[in-house]
Nanobody, 124 residues
């Protein structure tokens, strides 16, 4: 069984920083990349960032570009999301996901496995 476990969420002040981690385990036959999505209360799930597992090429939503950085630790099957200059509108549950389709990066339907989510709250 494939499992993804996020960690690192919490409460921070506006302008602060936070780093999320996601570790994968289990039988993964195809792992083309990893992504981060978020869902704010009353809103749909939103693409945040993704990274190609083979070459490290990254992709970002316009709303976080320049503030968030996605990275990978191949040896430990871990992906990170470094967030700086956090804003109250960044408040959401953040999910990591594994992309095994190789169709695209910015839509949830292209991801096969999801973590349980970790809450990020940015106070003003």
């Amino acid at each position: 069984q494939v499992q993804l476990v996020e960690s690192g969420g919490g409460l921070v002040q506006a302008g602060g920083s936070l780093r999320l981690s996601c570790t994968t385990s289990g039988r993964i036959f195809r792992s083309y990349g990893m992504g981060w999505f978020r869902q704010a209360p009353g809103k749909g799930r939103e693409f945040v960032a993704a990274i190609d597992w083979s070459d490290g090429v990254t992709y970002y939503a316009d709303s976080v570009k320049g503030r968030f950085t996605i990275s990978r630790d191949v040896a430990n099957n871990t992906v990170y999301l470094q967030m700086i200059s956090l804003k109250p509108e960044d408040t959401a549950v953040y999910y990591c996901a594994l992309n095994a389709r190789r169709t695209g990066w910015d839509k949830g339907v292209w991801y096969d496995y999801w973590g349980q989510g970790t809450q990020v709250t940015v106070a003003s």
